[in-house]
């Protein structure tokens, strides 16, 4: 048996170790468990994919199911659906700005700033979310009432219920930024926490498309 | 139930007690089922006092939460999750038998009430799929697949834990449910409308929906795990081609786990909110549509059964292929067969339900589909047997489950096929012909094949070999009882006879189910057999000893080091120039050699995450289930905050000094130069140190 | 001051990055905009709507993991393409497959269920 000792260093040069957001090579500690740790949880998402996939179907199969209740004209509004939208959309770009920060600057302070900012319209979010399901709630649409309002109920609130995930993970990288500063596992948590942010921000295109312009078309 | 202690207790009352029906109207049914399952609760009780006392007495707590509750080590996670399955396993045979009695006295009543019996098939199928079988290819995976690739881990070893805990929370759950009953009637797939909170309002469906959404999250976890270290931790020179088999099923299992886990969760979840939030997803009224929760839980469920097979595919490859002598006929088409074999197994989900009343053309697509397996499995099946072909073949214990899985999985795969066919399908649908044909499936390809991977890597995993008496005695007591088991139920299938029966009237099936009870008496016996065998064995460790750890002449890596492996496993990581890399090395004559140098090495420290889990996990579901709303709530804050707390945590990992690592390993390779090596063909005998005579130079293995 | 100071090909990653980030949060802004607007203000044919709803919300995926998860055709990068795509598969196959038993099944059985 050979020794092989070092199979892992003198990487200078090579390309990106694992695809998608990464971080370079001037972030060379940690690289390996980032490595493994980015792949897992991409594979993780993925898994999470097919679980926002089924209830999409889910949600499709019980459009039928309103049992004279309110359907969908009677209860989305989209104006709340196209301002959530919009909070989602800029929060997922804040996001990538703060992933620019992390990735070429030194200093924390413009990279806290990008995630403060991002993760404001996050919260903002979830208010606005709350906020249009109990509208819904005071017009008379509660998941109780029908088949088609459990289905709604099972799936858009799921997706807020991983945007709220999303903002305490963010408060807690922060305080890691805070303790610990900007080191290897601070990184490979603020990487993984841009994937998922992105990861939400797709599933909600599914969203506004099939739920709330699907359903007032 | 006065309101004082509502908030503390839920809906948790002294009806709870399993006596406690008996004492309310004492018929003399009820007191039979009172004493069977008081007889029960009290054995988990005494059982868990036992352990505690013991632990105590020998003053090994300390022991215990150091070298193993906190321990990330894969192979010590490895042997929990089998221990943890075999104990499952014992309490599912024993439910077995308790049904097979009753149906062999079954003929106008026999003695168990209807609602015991419902809650027998229920725990006994959830307990055989998701805490015997997946805990123990889980922990088969743990243990073996580093190994054979050639690394230190898993890549999240924390996580790993986390599994563990899950799965141990979910067992302890169905546990619990022995003493604070009922456990739902709905069998293991849990249809509503039946566990739905109108027909089924009481406590037993909640226990089954938490205690399999544990299990779930612990399997999807642990695929992630599996996926991911087999992709990137794969020693330098181990390419895909060169992979053993097992670790390729091993793979295709973690990306079945991956993929068909959410549907399960999605099922169970919104069966969860129609019972506790009044959703109507699942209800007869209100919009609701319960052939959609069957759709969804067979979407998970037959993937499931691939998840299940294709680990003891992967053992009975790395099995015939070690005692033929031989290296495996075909590895290429296996491992496409067995990627076929993932893949398809998406596309059949529908077989399960070809009665539901869907087009014909529907059910065809899937039928067709689903005969399309039979392909790549019957490629599987003359590899193997073309690897045994010619070879010199011990029949060890291992290879006596392979020769019987061989024979007997035929059989079931034969009558999958019939089952493919939907208009034979509508005839036997729901009657003991299914129950016959998944456990001619899951007995002799899974169960077998774990058994066998248990023999085959035993001494690996303790340094001696399991004693091979008592080891046939079992294998040969496992086949026929299967047989005399389980045949008969195909014959009651066809007479009619549906599955989860409590009693019958039709006179015809009483010789058949008295044979299944005598079949279920040897499955019993073989189980005695088992624990006659582990007890033998550890009684003669000393003269079964094998130190050097290479009891069969092995073929893949983890073979290579000492038994038990150090917790490092490789002192350097080895580095692969073929397929069979250990048997290469020892037909090069490089086995057992010096490194040149002996770096430090870095591993994870231990943490009481899965511990954490394990003990948040089973009280959040007791809570949900009672509905103790503070339970539910401390639990979750609790594993919140100890989520949050791992995340500021930077002391992870120990250094172990290359110095340290030297010591050890030099003296292991002094043990191997002393050692007399044997021959295969007495490998069986107490001059097995482990040490195989080496290959003859050129000679074709 | 707070800038690390860059090589030049680290200058010129930036700046592409950066450029990735502009426009995929310009494309989605259009994506999202067109069917929004058409929904509100437009009188469309539902199923035209519908189809040019769908195909916007499958251009806009294909533009977020493009521009802000860097998913590309790029060599290197082949791994998590591979993923999606399988993944794209299972739910396909999953999504699809149940769509097409439980309408079969309305049209049988549940016709009131049909939307």
Redesign the interface.
């Known amino acids: 048996m050979t020794a092989l000792t070092s199979r892992h260093t003198d990487r200078a040069g090579a390309?990106?170790r694992?695809?998608?957001?990464?971080l370079?090579h001037?972030h060379r500690e940690g690289e390996e468990s980032r490595e493994e740790m980015v792949?897992g949880f991409?594979?993780f998402m993925?898994s999470d994919?097919?679980l926002f996939?089924?209830l999409?179907?889910?949600y499709?199969?019980m459009?039928?199911?309103t049992a004279g209740g309110p359907g969908p004209k009677d209860l989305f509004d989209?104006r709340g659906a196209?301002f959530e939208?919009?909070l989602l959309?800029v929060s997922?770009?804040t996001f990538?700005?703060a992933s620019?920060a992390l990735?070429?600057?030194?200093?924390r302070?413009?990279l806290v700033g990008w995630l403060l900012v991002t993760l404001l319209l996050g919260l903002g979010f979830v208010a606005h979310e709350l906020y249009d399901f109990h509208r819904m709630f005071e017009a008379g649409g509660v998941p109780s009432r029908s088949g088609f309002l459990s289905a709604f109920f099972s799936l858009v609130p799921l997706h807020g219920l991983h945007v709220t995930v999303a903002c305490i993970w963010l408060i807690a990288l922060l305080g890691q930024l805070a303790v610990h500063g900007l080191d290897a596992q601070t990184k490979n948590g603020l990487i993984r926490l841009a994937?998922l942010w992105?990861?939400l921000?797709?599933v909600w295109?599914?969203i506004?498309?099939?739920v709330y312009?699907?359903g007032?078309? | 139930m006065n309101d004082s202690t509502h908030w503390l207790l839920g809906r948790l009352d002294a009806s709870a007690l399993p006596f406690w029906d008996a004492l309310q109207h004492p018929t003399t049914k009820n007191v039979i089922n009172a004493v069977i399952a008081s007889g029960a609760a009290s054995m988990v009780v005494l059982g868990a006092i036992a352990v505690v006392i013991g632990l105590t007495w020998t003053r090994r707590w300390g022991w215990l939460w150091r070298e193993w509750l906190t321990s990330p080590d894969h192979k010590k996670i490895g042997i929990m999750f089998i221990a943890l399955a075999l104990v499952m396993l014992a309490r599912a045979v024993i439910e077995a038998v308790l049904m097979r009695l009753q149906q062999a006295f079954g003929l106008d009543g026999g003695f168990l009430t209807a609602d015991h019996f419902g809650q027998l098939f229920t725990t006994h199928g959830t307990i055989m799929v998701f805490f015997m079988a997946m805990p123990f290819l889980t922990g088969m995976i743990n243990y073996v697949m580093p190994l054979q690739i050639g690394t230190r881990d898993l890549s999240f070893p924390v996580m790993n834990q986390i599994s563990l805990g899950l799965t141990a929370a979910g067992a302890a759950v169905v546990m619990i449910s022995l003493v604070l009953a009922p456990f739902s009637t709905g069998g293991w797939t849990g249809y509503p409308t039946f566990t739905g909170h109108a027909a089924n309002p009481g406590a037993g469906v909640d226990y089954w929906i938490w205690a399999v959404t544990l299990s779930t999250l612990s399997s999807t976890l642990s695929g992630i795990n599996f996926a991911v270290t087999i992709?990137k931790r794969r020693a330098p020179g181990m390419s895909w081609m060169r992979l053993p088999l097992f670790t390729w099923t091993a793979l295709c299992t973690a990306i079945l786990m991956i993929?068909a886990m959410p549907?399960l969760t999605v099922a169970t979840a919104l069966l969860a909110l129609d019972r506790y939030l009044d959703f109507h997803l699942f209800t007869a009224d209100m919009?609701g549509?319960m052939?959609?929760y069957i759709?969804?839980f067979w979407?998970f469920g037959h993937p499931e059964v691939y998840i299940l097979i294709l680990p003891a595919f992967g053992i009975f490859s790395e099995v015939f292929s070690t005692f033929a002598g031989k290296t495996l006929y075909g590895y290429k088409a296996l491992v496409i067969a067995t990627l076929a074999i993932a893949v398809l197994s998406?596309?059949v989900?529908?077989h399960h339900f070809f009665t539901?009343?869907?087009?014909a053309h529907?059910n065809a697509v899937f039928g067709i589909a689903t005969m399309l397996i039979g392909i790549p499995t019957g490629v599987k099946i003359y590899d193997w047997m073309l690897t045994l072909f010619r070879g010199r073949i011990r029949m060890s214990v291992p290879m006596i489950y392979a020769s019987g899985f061989l024979m007997l999985f035929v059989l079931g795969g034969l009558t999958g096929i019939v089952l493919a066919v939907p208009s034979v399908d509508y005839q036997v649908h729901n009657s003991l012909f299914l129950v016959a044909h998944f456990h001619n499936m899951l007995i002799p390809g899974l169960l077998f094949g774990m058994l066998a991977g248990t023999n085959f890597w035993f001494p690996k995993a303790f340094g001696f070999r399991l004693e091979e008496r008592w080891g046939r005695r079992a294998a040969y007591a496992w086949i026929i009882g299967f047989m005399l088991a389980f045949f008969p139920l195909y014959a009651l299938g066809v007479l009619g006879m549906p599955r989860r029966t409590v009693a019958f009237f039709t006179p015809a099936y009483l010789p058949w189910t008295l044979t299944a009870l005598v079949g279920a008496t040897i499955v019993l016996l073989a189980m005695a057999c088992l624990v006659i065998q582990l007890w033998v064995s550890v009684r003669d460790r000393h003269l079964n000893a094998m130190p050097i750890g290479d009891p069969w002449d092995g073929r893949s890596l983890e073979w290579a080091v000492s038994s038990p492996p150090p917790e490092y496993n490789f002192p350097v990581i080895p580095e692969v120039y073929g397929r069979d890399a250990f048997m290469l090395e020892k037909e090069r004559g490089k086995a057992y050699q010096v490194p040149d140098e002996f770096p430090d090495i870095v591993l994870p420290a231990n943490s009481p995450m899965g511990v954490i889990f394990a003990v948040t996990g089973t009280a959040m579901a007791f809570g949900l289930t009672w509905y103790q709303w503070w339970m539910v709530l401390l639990a979750a804050g609790i594993t919140l905050a100890a989520v949050i707390a791992r995340g500021f945590c930077r002391n992870t990992t120990r250094t172990l000094s290359g110095e340290e690592v030297r010591r050890t390993h030099l003296t292991w390779l002094a043990q191997v130069r002393a050692t007399t090596p044997v021959a295969r063909s007495r490998e069986q005998s107490t001059d097995n140190r482990g040490l195989p005579v080496p290959p003859v130079e050129g000679a074709i293995q | 001051?707070?800038?690390?100071t860059?090589s030049d090909a680290?200058a010129q990653?930036?700046a592409s990055?950066?450029r990735s980030?502009l426009w995929?949060?310009a494309l989605?802004?259009i994506l999202?905009l067109i069917?929004?607007g058409v929904?509100?203000f437009a009188e469309w044919r539902?199923l035209h709507?519908?189809l040019l709803?769908?195909l916007?919300?499958m251009v806009?995926?294909v533009v977020?993991?493009r521009c802000?998860?860097?998913?590309t055709l790029a060599r290197?990068?082949?791994?998590?393409?591979q993923?999606?795509l399988?993944?794209a598969l299972?739910?396909l196959?999953?999504?699809g497959?149940?769509?097409?038993?439980?309408?079969?099944?309305?049209y049988?059985?549940?016709p009131?269920?049909?939307?």
């Open positions: 390309p990106a694992h695809p998608g957001l990464n370079g001037a792949f991409w594979v993925m994919m097919i996939g089924l999409f179907g889910t499709v199969t459009l039928g199911g989209m196209f939208t919009m959309l997922s770009f990538g700005m620019l990735k070429y600057r030194d200093d302070r413009v994937i992105h990861f921000d797709i295109i599914g506004f498309s099939l312009l699907g007032l078309a | 992709y993929f549907p919009g549509n052939m959609n759709n969804l979407a998406f596309t989900w529908l539901m009343g869907q087009s529907i | 001051m707070s800038r690390r860059l680290e990653e930036r990055e950066q980030y995929g949060f989605a802004l999202t069917p929004f929904a509100a539902p709507l519908y709803i769908g916007c919300a806009q995926v977020h993991f802000f998860l860097h998913i290197n990068k082949r791994e998590d393409l993923l999606i399988f993944t299972i739910l196959i999953m999504v497959g149940t769509l097409w038993i439980l309408f079969n099944l309305y049988r059985m549940m009131h269920m049909l939307p």
